[in-house]
């Protein structure tokens, strides 16, 4: 995952971006860009590190002009360390583009070829965005023969695009001097939203990952953008929109809902709040029929995602909800940090056990999900050092038992705790008492209750479904070896090393 945004206004949009970038933080912290535009002239700055690092007052001064858009990133294809992989891309063929991309291209390694000996276009860097920007220029060349470009072409190429390529997008790009395109990916994996200012001069319009972009920089939320569908607004501020794609179908990403988004989102009519809650309504009741309500003395959440969940899980079971863990507000998310051994230090460094909480009880811990076991790990430790007498552990979301290659950085079963392990083991790794996950189908109920108009979800790395249907064996090899000659720390060398030998047997 990664925060998009775009903007197209009548004043200037470089600190509007900025502030909806910081409210996306939450969505990549590895790498920051903005680009705008006066006239024809693209301003662009790009760096690793966080929104409030990358910009300094003298960049942003750089910025000027009343369109543009900008990008928080969290790779989950080329490379993490590198700085000309930050978004947005830019080429300037066959007009100025720059585009921002949330997902991941499943076919990006046949795409590149294709590129290469046919589409006559070059790439310099393993970035699937890069790949993305560079079809959408080879098609629009093709749409518009003929100049002023209009909404017709810019249609007609996104639904090029939406034939070419495979996986999941949620893109913002910009045309020099024509304005600003968004689309979807038919399956609807990635979230994409749209909202609006109204002005004396005209429409402000804001495009963003997250509604709660919109809403915390005082727009109104329109709508989301529909799986497939493309919306373009032009210099004069006036939106189009159409279907781009052949058999659309509504599929968000269940994690979205698990973990990714920011709760006070609301995603394709779901409240990701309500959704949590829900999450811990049914975890509830598979711990009640996993221990005697006794056994638990007190309920206490793995901060920051779990909360809401393990609020609504203490309610049901009627026992006390306690703070028992105190985040450093100042260390990130720890899941989406590259490599292993940071990872495993951050869990330490974030988060800190308040003795009282523990001494002598029964803990029931709350996470939303599990997925490497750093974080449950090190925290049923801390709990036992703490003085907790017996430590639970319930987890909100279902074993993660799969590779996800839709843009959340888990490419290789072999760094899932979950993969090939049956809960007793990885109990017995996390060294917990009891361990008691969701259920796949009732994580999807509570879900889709929100929204009775979903098709179904993305939730491969749980139920190993594509939902896609078309990424080959190809494809995985392709993204694995991909990610795995990244420059890596040696545990995250060690797990792809098991992980490459593990598909080659
Ligand atoms: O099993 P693991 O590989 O450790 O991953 C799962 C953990 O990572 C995430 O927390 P994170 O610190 O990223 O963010 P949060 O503060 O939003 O909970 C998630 O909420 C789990 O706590
Ligand atoms: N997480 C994402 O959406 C990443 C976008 C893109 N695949 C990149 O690695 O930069
Ligand atoms: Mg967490």
Excluded at 45 to 58: L, P, W
Excluded at 116 to 128: A, K, Q, V, Y
Excluded at 447 to 474: K, M, Q, R
Aim: aromatic share 8%; hydrophobic share 40%; charged share 20%.
């Amino acid at each position: 995952m990664c925060g998009i945004v775009g903007v197209t206004s009548k004043s200037p949009v470089n600190q509007l971006i900025y502030d909806a970038l910081l409210l996306l933080q939450h969505r990549g912290q590895d790498a920051a860009g903005i680009v705008t535009a006066v006239g024809t002239k693209f301003f662009m700055h790009k760096a690793r590190g966080m929104v409030r690092d990358v910009f300094r007052t003298r960049n942003m001064r750089a910025l000027p002009g009343t369109i543009g858009l900008g990008q928080v990133r969290y790779p989950t294809a080329g490379n993490a360390y590198s700085e000309e992989e930050a978004q947005p891309f830019y080429v300037n063929a066959p007009f100025g583009l720059v585009l921002v991309h949330n997902g991941n291209i499943t076919n990006a390694h046949a795409l590149k070829k294709e590129l290469f000996g046919i589409d006559r276009r070059h790439l310099n860097t393993e970035s699937d965005t890069e790949v993305l920007i560079n079809i959408l220029a080879h098609e629009l060349e093709l749409a518009a023969r003929d100049l002023p470009l209009t909404a017709v072409e810019v249609f007609k190429a996104i639904s090029a695009v939406h034939r070419r390529v495979k996986g999941s997008y949620a893109v913002v790009a910009m045309i020099a001097g024509y304005g600003l395109v968004a689309f979807r990916d038919p399956y609807g994996i990635r979230p994409l939203c749209i909202g609006s200012m109204p002005g004396a001069d005209g429409t402000e319009w804001m495009i963003a990952s997250e509604s709660v972009a919109l809403e915390g920089t005082g727009h109104h939320f329109e709508r989301d953008i529909a799986p497939g569908e493309a919306v373009f607004i032009d210099m004069d501020g006036q939106l189009h929109a159409q279907q781009c794609a052949v058999a659309p179908s509504l599929n968000p990403c269940v994690f979205e809902f698990v973990y990714l988004a920011r709760p006070d989102s609301v995603i394709d009519g779901i409240s990701v709040y309500h959704a949590r809650l829900n999450m811990g309504e049914t975890l509830a009741q598979r711990v009640i029929n996993t221990l005697p309500p006794n056994e638990i003395d007190v309920v206490i959440p793995i901060p920051e995602s779990s909360r809401p969940s393990a609020m609504q899980l203490a309610q049901k079971l009627g026992k006390p909800y306690r703070e028992g863990f105190v985040k450093n507000r100042y260390v990130g998310r720890t899941f989406i940090m590259p490599g292993q051994s940071v990872r495993k230090k951050s869990v330490r460094q974030k988060l800190n056990a308040i003795g009282m909480e523990f001494k002598g009880r029964n803990v029931l811990l709350v996470d939303d999900s599990i997925v490497r076991g750093t974080t449950s790990k090190e925290i049923v430790q801390m709990a036992r050092e703490a003085g907790a007498n017996k430590v639970y552990m319930a987890s909100a979301a279902p074993p993660v038992r799969f590779p996800n290659v839709y843009g959340i950085d888990m490419p290789t079963n072999s760094e899932l705790i979950a993969h090939g392990r049956t809960t007793e083991e990885i109990r017995q790794y996390i060294g917990c008492d009891a361990l008691i996950y969701q259920d796949v189908d009732a994580m999807k109920r509570a879900v889709s209750a929100l929204n009775p108009a979903l098709a179904g979800f993305e939730a491969s790395c749980f139920d190993g479904h594509y939902i896609t249907g078309d990424v080959t064996a190809a494809d995985f090899d392709a993204i694995l070896t991909q990610r795995s000659s990244q420059p890596q720390d040696e545990e995250t060398a060690d797990r792809t090393r098991l992980a490459l030998q593990n598909a080659s047997e």
